[in-house]
């Protein structure tokens, strides 16, 4: 199967599920999977949801706090790129 073609029609199987005890577990999870403790850093955009900060500090990682627009919830892009560097 050629995989540069986009599926539109995607079925949900076992293989792609994964179940967790609650959201938090799956936080934690994600973390574990995708980044290396003490070389890696989170970037957390508040306000959001804390477990994110407490799974960062669990699992080792240094925390990058980039905080959003108060009104709009929007990002600052070049902001964040030089917070993280």
Known sequence: MDKTIIETNLKLITANVCLTVD???G???????FAKPVVEKILICPPTY??????AFLNDHDVVYEPLDKETFQIYPERTIADIK
């Not at 936080?27 to 999977?33: E, F, N, S, Y």
């Not at 804390?50 to 799974?55: D, E, R, T």
């Open 27 to 33: 936080i934690d999870l994600v973390m574990r999977c």
């Open 50 to 55: 804390p477990m994110y900060c407490s799974c």
């Open 23 to 25: 959201s938090d577990g």
